[in-house]
């Protein structure tokens, strides 16, 4: 299974909103509302942030959302603040029974 | 709450087997429809989905470390296993486990740095 396709990195202005895609295909994001994000600081061990495409776990600021469209997912971080310098990380169900990750992107707030 | 816990040795040698066991805490490993999961991360690179077990011992692998690994579950000591065979320098990460519920991974272990060498 190929690792889901992410920008390698976005950037963005204190209070500014970003957009990271997620980009696979109709085996796993296209075809099934498990895609599910997380967020991982230098070191540190990745956190949850999105689950079922768009669901927020108790805990996660609202500035992060996301969806979904056809084979593509989105994140989005609104109001960017230092704090959510980090990598982000997708991932998916797939038809084969298993999960894939995507690439990863750095997010950098400027 | 639940907690998950890994671990096993830090260094395994080329051709070797890696071992590495994860306890959960805070709650039974048999409760709910939890799948229980190993993912990689090295140095650097970006996370890999190893696979996962449920209580039952129903196992899912990745297609391309499927031939190398083998995860049981131990239900009477609250912990699951990971065994990856024929090891290289290509496997050194770190490796955590998670609980694997809603198609998502919501509680993860801190992670243990697996290194391969002679």
């Known amino acids: 299974q190929s690792a889901l396709t992410q920008p390698a990195s976005v950037s963005g202005s204190p209070g500014q909103s970003i957009t990271i895609s997620c980009t696979g295909t109709?085996?796993?994001?296209?075809?099934?509302?498990?895609v599910s994000w997380y967020q991982q600081h230098p070191g540190k061990v990745p956190k949850l942030m999105i689950y079922?495409?768009?669901n927020r776990p108790s805990g996660v600021s609202n500035r992060f959302s996301a969806s979904k469209s056809g084979n593509t997912a989105s994140l989005t971080i609104s109001g960017l603040q230092a704090e959510d310098e980090a990598d982000y990380y997708c991932?998916?169900?797939?038809?084969?029974?298993?999960?894939?990750f995507g690439t990863g992107t750095k997010v950098t707030v400027l | 709450q639940v907690q998950l816990q890994e671990s096993g040795p830090g260094l395994v040698e080329p051709s070797r087997t890696l071992s590495l066991t994860c306890t959960v805490s805070?709650?039974?490993?048999?409760?709910?429809?939890?799948?229980w999961t190993w993912i990689r991360q090295p140095a650097g690179k970006g996370l890999e989905w190893i696979g996962r077990?449920?209580?039952?011992?129903?196992?899912n692998y990745n297609p391309s470390l499927k031939s190398r690994v083998t995860i049981s579950v131990d239900t009477s000591k609250n912990q699951f296993s990971l065994k990856l065979s024929s090891v290289t320098a290509a496997d050194t990460a770190v490796y955590y486990c998670?609980?694997?519920?809603?198609?998502?991974?919501?509680?993860w272990g801190q992670g243990t740095m697996v290194t391969v060498s002679s």
């Open positions: 079922g495409v768009s």
């Open positions: 991932n998916s169900y797939t038809s084969s029974y298993t999960y894939v």
């Open positions: 077990v449920n209580a039952g011992g129903s196992t």
């Open positions: 998670a609980r694997n519920v809603n198609g998502a991974f919501d509680i």
């Open positions: 805070g709650g039974s490993i048999s409760s709910g429809s939890y799948f």
């Open positions: 109709s085996s796993d994001v296209g075809g099934y509302n498990f």
